[in-house]
């Protein structure tokens, strides 16, 4: 037969070493919930702008790479082409994005990395900390040129329609 005492003392023993690892978990489950929402805080707040090599085009964009300001110099459009000032506006933009997402990846890496316990890997069902952090996407990059529009077709005889002059 076994002791009872003996055993009584055994249960304790586990009882109160798996109380002191749900005490630590929870512990950490609060530093790590107050930390991403810092992190969360940080991201919501991260601005970038870019400004064109001649200076004629400055954008500014949010965390998540949505243009909120476009600005043009006040001599844009007297010194290049509709189709030049529109690529050093997207060129513009996709720097201000990639500047975003630069400083976003700075933000969330280490609370990427910060994770030593997750929680979803000892309880199922329970979300990951990992997939709370979202993933920055891609910076899309600048296509070629795009193609340049036809000249209008010259229907008037002495070709000074102001349909020609219009440049559609």
Known sequence: M???TGRR???EARNA????QVDSLLAELKTKTAE???TQERVQAITASAVSKDGSVRASVDSTGALTSLEFSANAFERTTPDKLARLTTE????AVAKARAELTEVVTPAQQGASV???EMLPGVPSLADLIPKPPAV???QGAPPRRPAPPQDDEDGDSFMDRSGW
């Open 2 to 4: 076994t002791d009872p």
């Open 140 to 142: 899309p990059q600048p």
């Open 118 to 120: 997750d929680l979803s």
């Open 92 to 95: 513009t933009v996709l720097q």
């Open 9 to 11: 003392a055994e249960l």
């Open 17 to 20: 070493a798996m109380r002191e």
């Open 36 to 38: 991403l929402r810092e």
